[in-house]
């Protein structure tokens, strides 16, 4: 079971993260160097972008490997993404309004 | 202008972690606070964005290494993900005394294990198994196993993601022992693993305080970009260098902020 390594899905998976981290990168750079020429709120909502996305890169993990424990027909794990995407959803719900 | 002092220092702070395999996301919050104004929570909730960066950056080089176990982590993720949101929404509740005070403790924490193994930061198996990967073309080479008693894995895995919620840190210092010794996972796997898991917890958390507007963007950003160049750099540097003074240093910066923290605590400097 957790022995068997399938290097496609490692893969695959490693695809998601990097473009997260490099896309971050680029788009918080961008609200840097905006901040260099513009002022007021532009480069501010650009860095935004860019922690919004981070944030978002792990969830897009969960839900990838998700769907290739579903394609590969491996129910259990697939559930067990999707468990832990439920978490992160609440998590992200269950912040509101508590400013 | 302090962009450019984050940038830096988040450059260092990547670096260094890097090179030592203790996450720079331990040194951040404290220096945020004690050197940038910053209430402790805000500046938890700030540099849990970097480790997020740190995370995603490393465990992609880890994962096309085929070191880590997606279905170990990803079940263990199910506890450290609930217990990082839980703690990150409690946090909300607690004064900044009470959170001041443990930050120093786990820092003071973290600086005596390393003192306690001498400085050696990264175990000796797996710096032998990178040797041994390197001559067998990035191959490696990892023993059949099968990881043992998953309710144990589970339960301190809720406590570790518990801390990262609480802390804004990875929680790598409870995961990897709890893999290796307890669930009887070879030590690379479990660094990888450990690595890799870092990512969904900290979301868990950050999504939370970055709902409760913990997250200071204007302050992450330019962190993050120099987390993530420092990581990149450290990643590359750390074959190379196994330097022990470099744990030490970070022992130093770690004792430096603990006692910083506890003089404000006592102070009441902040209150």
Same mark, same amino acid.
């Given at each position: 079971m957790s022995q068997l390594r399938e290097p496609a899905f490692d893969r695959v998976v490693a695809l998601v993260l990097r473009i997260g981290a490099f896309s971050c990168f680029f788009v918080m750079l961008a609200g840097l160097i905006a901040r260099l020429f513009t002022k007021g709120h532009i480069p501010v909502e650009i860095e935004r972008a860019g922690v919004l996305l981070m944030l978002a890169t792990p969830v897009v993990r969960v839900i990838v490997a998700c769907y290739l424990f579903f394609h590969e027909n491996d129910r259990k794990y697939g559930f067990i993404s999707l468990g832990v995407l439920v978490i992160l959803m609440l998590g992200a719900v269950f912040g509101i309004g508590e400013h | 202008m302090v962009s450019v002092l984050l940038v830096v220092l988040g450059f260092f702070a990547g670096l260094l972690g890097a090179l030592t395999g203790i996450g720079g996301g331990i040194l951040l919050s404290p220096i945020l606070a004690l050197? %940038? &104004?910053? $209430?402790i929570r805000q500046a938890i909730g700030t540099s849990l964005v970097a480790v997020i960066t740190t995370s995603a950056a490393s465990s992609s080089v880890h994962l096309q290494r085929h070191t880590t176990d997606i279905r170990l982590g990803m079940t263990l993720e199910l506890a450290t993900a609930f217990g990082a949101a839980v703690t990150a929404y409690l946090v909300g509740y607690f004064n900044r005394s009470a959170l001041e005070g443990l930050f120093a403790a786990f820092l003071l924490y973290s600086s005596f294990t390393i003192l306690w193994r001498g &400085?050696? @930061?990264?175990p000796e198996e797996a710096l032998a198994a990178e040797a041994n990967g390197k001559q067998n073309g990035g191959q490696f080479a990892i023993p059949a196993y099968e990881p043992q008693r998953y309710p144990l894995g589970l339960s301190m895995s809720l406590v570790a993601g518990a801390l990262s919620g609480l802390? &804004?840190?990875? &929680?790598g210092p409870i995961k990897v022992p709890l893999m290796y010794i %307890?669930?009887? @996972? $070879?030590l690379m796997v479990a660094t990888a693993t450990s690595n890799f898991m870092i990512g969904v917890t900290a979301a868990a958390s950050a999504m939370v305080y970055y709902r409760r507007g913990d997250i200071l963007v204007e302050i992450a950003a330019p962190l993050a970009v120099g987390v993530f160049l420092g990581s990149l750099l450290g990643a590359r540097l750390a074959p190379r260098i196994h330097n022990r003074h470099l744990a030490y240093l970070l022992v130093a910066i770690m004792l430096y902020l603990a006692a910083s923290l506890l003089i404000h605590l006592f102070r009441g400097g902040w209150a």
């Open positions: - | 050197h %940038f &104004g910053i $209430p &400085g050696k @930061v990264k802390l &804004g840190i990875g &929680g %307890f669930m009887k @996972v $070879p």
